[in-house]
């Protein structure tokens, strides 16, 4: 059974770091294409990230230079770094791994980690 | 960016009640359209992709069509577990967007 377990989310001050990570079951994390999405009450859903089977990643423009995503085949995780986040960071993230062989949608998903970006 | 936007944001319907759900993209994306239903507390569930292929174990009540911007999802006869909300994502280019949302509720 496919499993996704996220991580590492909670209050951080504004211009703090934090690394997410989201702990897989079930398949292997580098022969998939993973994302980071997350959602906020007022802007929904946002896809954040994704990183193909061959290393590649992009970045939504909104966490482009500040987050980074990552996996480590060994743990068979997929992390997130956020770096200088902001208050509008503050969000429920998931995880969320694409049917196998595609890359642009979601099959299945984590229950998520919340980050609060508060002072 | 393509810009997603569902309407309505919120419908009021009744078990058995037929409804449909409508997302627009500020561009051509057809077919790369996926739909996702959203219980409170839950993550994203995946319904359809390629604007009309139901994702298996999906109940056939679900449907969905349309093409160029235009799209819906319907569900023919409302059951009780469907009372969620619905999101619609383009997959056409990144970065990969999603509608708003359209929650639907008991009516």
């Known amino acids: 059974e496919v499993q996704l377990v996220e991580s590492g989310g909670g209050l951080i001050q504004p211009g703090g770091s934090l690394r997410l990570s989201c702990a897989a079951s079930g398949f292997t994390v580098s022969n998939n294409y993973m994302n980071w999405v997350r959602q906020t009450p007022g802007k929904g859903l946002e896809w954040l990230s994704v990183i193909y089977i061959d290393g590649t990643t992009f970045y939504a423009d909104s966490v482009k230079g500040r987050f980074t995503i990552s996996r480590d085949s060994s743990k068979n995780t997929l992390y997130l770094q956020m770096n200088n986040l902001r208050a509008e960071d503050t969000a429920l993230y998931y995880c969320a791994r694409a049917p196998v062989g595609v890359i642009e949608y979601f099959l299945h998903w984590g229950r998520g980690t919340l980050v609060t970006v508060s002072p | 960016d393509i810009q997603m936007s569902q309407s309505p944001s919120t419908l009021s319907a009744s078990v058995g009640d037929r409804v449909t759900i409508t997302c627009r993209a500020s561009?051509?994306?057809?077919?790369?359209l996926a739909w996702y239903q959203q219980n409170p507390g839950k993550a994203p569930k995946l319904l359809i992709y390629?604007?009309?292929t139901l994702e298996g174990g999906v109940p056939s009540r679900f449907s969905a069509s349309g093409s160029g911007a235009e799209f819906t999802l319907t569900i023919s006869s409302l059951q009780p577990d469907d009372f969620a909300t619905y999101h619609c994502?383009?997959?056409?280019?990144?970065?990969?967007?999603f509608g708003q949302g359209t929650k639907v509720e008991i009516k």
């Open positions: 561009q051509s994306i057809s077919p790369w």
């Open positions: 994502q383009q997959y056409k280019s990144y970065p990969w967007t």
């Open positions: 390629k604007a009309s």
